[in-house]
């Protein structure tokens, strides 16, 4: 049997540490992988190239299948967001947010295990219409949800929900108020939840869903909602149970799938060999699922799971005092 070959972007600042140790750790687990290395970000930038260059999206067209470290914009006008950018260039219109609460990580809760589905190319983010004024006193930003782009991410939140055996769904909206955009959503997940008779389905306004995932998060299971509000709760989810340093991601379409470490390129680490690889590699994992490697994508979670509980080796962010490199060695000898 051929390897599978995935492109790696490795990313900026502290991308290139977190993914040397998350690509160690899936060479340890026999993931069998091929790795097409390519630029994108400041580092392309500095190699003379453009931010995304085409040979990358070159690559992923080719592979289908991308591992990416963090990414940085540059400031200033003209420079949309590269994350956005590859989403809207490989239509990938579903993102994944896991939270799980892990023994020997300090958080106020214990017992979550949910996931937030958002729809990741249309709402406040379809980058429609935005204008200001010539004063500079008037910005307006156009919203656009389509019955076809609510469609396959609900579809794909209910599928994923009854494939992975959950029992409940929530839909996030705003539909009281935003009665065109958010009321179409809301439309289009009351017509498809007929099909899914298996899964307990909810409907909770975004401010109620909030104040609910802060009070008692265990009763959330897997929740679907739209751009901007899904933007905003997966970061909430990931604040439940540890930080964004825990927080991977996957972006997926029906011909490509993208995963990350949710979290920024933290410049002011960079180089210095302490940044927690975990998000990345939890990442890596969500990559072995979509990619039919199940037991392997297991047997790093829990020996993940295994150097949180132990405290054996851990980076600052949680309470440790070990390097990146350090980790990758704790979870490769639970391996």
Do not use: W
Request: with cysteine.
């Amino acid at each position: 049997m051929s390897k599978q070959t995935i492109t790696v972007i490795p990313g900026d600042g502290i991308g290139p540490e977190i993914t040397k140790a998350t690509l160690r750790v899936l060479d340890a687990v026999g993931a069998d992988l091929e790795y097409d290395m390519q630029l994108a970000g400041l580092t392309a930038i500095e190699a003379g190239k453009e931010l995304i260059p085409e040979q990358t999206l070159d690559s992923i067209r080719a592979n289908s299948i991308a591992l990416k470290g963090p990414l940085t914009t540059p400031i200033g006008k003209g420079f949309t967001s590269l994350n956005v950018m590859l989403r809207k260039e490989f239509d990938l219109y579903a993102n994944v947010r896991p939270a799980v609460t892990r023994d020997g990580i300090e958080s106020r809760y214990q017992d979550i295990d949910l996931i937030t589905v958002r729809e990741n190319t249309e709402g406040m983010y379809s980058q429609e219409k935005q204008t200001l004024s010539e004063d500079g006193e008037r910005a307006e930003s156009v919203s656009v949800i389509t019955r076809v782009g609510a469609e396959r991410v609900l579809r794909f939140a209910f599928d994923m929900a009854k494939r992975q055996g959950r029992k409940k769904i929530a839909v996030v909206h705003k539909a009281n108020i935003l009665k065109a955009t958010s009321g179409l959503f809301l439309d289009v997940s009351r017509d498809i939840r007929e099909e899914y008779d298996e899964l307990e389905t909810t409907e909770l306004s975004v401010d109620n869903a909030c104040m609910q995932l802060v009070v008692r998060p265990e009763q959330f299971d897997v929740i679907v909602t739209t751009n901007l509000f899904g933007d905003i709760i997966s970061d909430l989810c990931a604040g439940l149970v540890g930080g964004l340093g825990m927080a991977p991601g996957a972006n997926i379409g029906d011909d490509a799938a993208i995963f990350e470490a949710v979290h920024g390129s933290a410049p002011d680490i960079a180089g210095k060999g302490i940044a927690n690889p975990f998000a990345l590699t939890l990442a890596a994992t969500m990559m072995l699922d979509q990619l039919d490697q199940p037991e392997a994508a297991q047997r790093i979670r829990s020996a993940i799971n295994n150097v949180i509980k132990e405290k054996d080796r851990l980076t600052g962010d949680l309470g440790g005092t070990s390097g990146t490199q350090e980790i990758a060695d704790a979870v490769i000898e639970r391996l």
